[in-house]
């Protein structure tokens, strides 16, 4: 019924930027939370940010705040990820994950396929 769709991954050298994208469609009713997650092989999924429906409220990972911002255009459904000042140690692939409802299903969590990041030394 619905899908979340990222692109805006890469390849970039240390300092360099990024911006990821995260489209949810559908038969949305309605997204409560949006975030972004990343894992690298051998560890578990970590929470890079989120934000809450309204864009009033977001939260970063401490390895994150500063470099990194969340936003949302309800309008169109998209979450964004500005990746500025990356570090190698950002290399991960980084997963979209939504909070939301559809016109027949009550709320449930969505990911999306996963893009990668690699930052260059």
């Known amino acids: 019924q619905v899908q979340l769709v990222e692109s805006g991954g890469g390849l970039v050298q240390t300092g360099g930027s990024l911006r990821l994208s995260c489209v949810a469609s559908g038969s949305i009713f309605s997204i409560t939370w949006m975030g972004w997650y990343r894992q690298v092989p051998g560890k578990e999924r970590e929470l890079v940010a989120g934000?809450?429906?309204?864009?009033?409220?977001?939260n970063y990972a401490d390895s994150v705040k500063g470099r990194f911002t969340i936003s949302r255009d309800n309008a169109k459904n998209t979450m964004y990820l500005q990746m500025n000042s990356l570090k190698p140690e950002d290399t991960a692939v980084y997963y979209c994950?939504?909070?939301?409802?559809?016109?027949?299903?009550?709320?449930?969590?969505?990911w999306g396929q996963g893009t990668q990041v690699t930052v260059s030394s």
């Open positions: 994950n939504a909070f939301m409802s559809t016109t027949t299903s009550r709320s449930s969590t969505y």
């Open positions: 934000i809450i429906s309204g864009g009033r409220n977001t």
